[in-house]
């Protein structure tokens, strides 16, 4: 890969940077969902999860923490489970919201399990007047 890429959008530059720049400062939800895969929370889903808002929010599989303990999160729902060797990509609901997580290692969570989801400190990215 190279040092520096850029990724356009609709013929624009959307932005130059590092790979790992793009992947862990997307300068808008295009970036996040271009370079990787993230989650558009509702506004409601990153207030209860984040204690805050924006026009668009976005969080990367991996940063999505489930847990087993009620004090560790909000209640979501286990709707599809990915078993992919050293990680599973795990489904939920939050009410009908959908919110994908990557996990490594630990016991696969079962389908209609009620587990509790939290994101990882820092890791949303906020994006005010921009459109998904």
């Given at each position: ?6 990724v ?12 790992i ?54 209640p ?57």
């Open positions: 890969m190279s040092d520096r890429i850029v356009l959008n609709k013929g624009n530059v959307e932005q130059i940077g590092a790979p720049d793009l992947y862990r400062k997307p300068a808008s939800p295009f970036i996040a969902h271009f370079i990787g895969s993230s989650n558009t929370l509702s506004k409601s889903l990153a207030q209860n999860l984040l204690g805050e808002t924006a026009d668009t929010i976005c969080v990367r599989h991996e940063d999505v923490v489930l847990s087993q303990v009620h004090s560790e999160g909000i979501a729902e286990v709707r599809h489970v990915e078993f992919l060797g050293p990680m599973m990509r795990i489904e939920c609901a939050v009410e009908e919201e959908k919110i994908s997580a990557i996990q490594y290692g630990g016991t696969l969570p079962h389908v209609g399990e009620r587990v509790y989801l939290s994101i990882r400190e820092g890791a949303a990215y906020l994006f005010h007047g921009e459109a998904s």
